[in-house]
């Protein structure tokens, strides 16, 4: 049986950060399913780092998502991914969300979360999964990850457990393999 994966995200999804892991995902032979706040097409954006002192954002591509929400039974996936982007600001509020999270996190299934995806996790009543773990983000992400009780790793890929984490999209190659590595041991 091909092995499924969710991918929740929304509008202002970092493009690389959800269309590199989905065609990866795809191109592996699982079965990759894009969920967002209502079943739509989403706004990609595009960030780089051009001479500001933080990141500048443009448009990207359109993603037409699969499923909403709310339809998700996270008991169907093998594993989760959590682009990163601005989507994880508000999609973190989302009680669904929430909820599918808990279950990857509580039935010790590999989650993939990379730069801002942090905000999602530090949103989770229950984050007593990441006391004494280490993990990364995006640098500016770094008190969030404190928050949760982990500790903060320097380098830009870190896996502890289940959990893949890396700062951004630069690091997709090396966050995709070990992913796909977790997915592949279960």
Not at 102 to 109: A, E, T
Not at 142 to 167: F, I, N, R, W
Request: charged fraction near 25%; charge should be negative; proline fraction near 5%.
């Amino acid at each position: 049986m091909t092995k499924k994966v969710l991918l929740i995200t929304g509008d202002a999804v970092e493009a690389l950060e959800v269309y590199y892991p989905y065609f990866r995902l795809l191109e592996a032979g699982y079965d990759a399913v894009l969920a967002s706040p209502q079943k739509k097409v989403l706004n990609t954006v595009i960030h780089d780092f051009v001479g500001w002192d933080t990141y500048t954002e443009r448009q990207g591509y359109l993603l037409e998502s699969h499923v909403a929400f709310k339809d998700v039974d996270p008991t169907e996936y093998d594993g989760l991914m959590i682009p990163g982007g601005r989507a994880p600001e508000y999609i973190r509020l989302d009680e669904c969300v929430q909820d599918i999270v808990q279950h990857f996190l509580d039935n010790d299934k590999p989650v993939g979360a990379i730069c801002h995806a942090v905000l999602i996790l530090a949103a989770l009543k229950d984050q007593s999964y990441f006391q004494g773990k280490t993990m990364t983000a995006y640098t500016a992400c770094k008190p969030d990850v404190e928050s949760l009780g982990a500790t903060y790793g320097e380098k830009t890929l870190h896996v502890d457990g289940q959990l893949v984490s890396g700062h951004a999209w630069p690091d997709l190659p090396g966050f995709m393999r070990e992913f796909i590595h977790l997915l592949e041991k279960e």
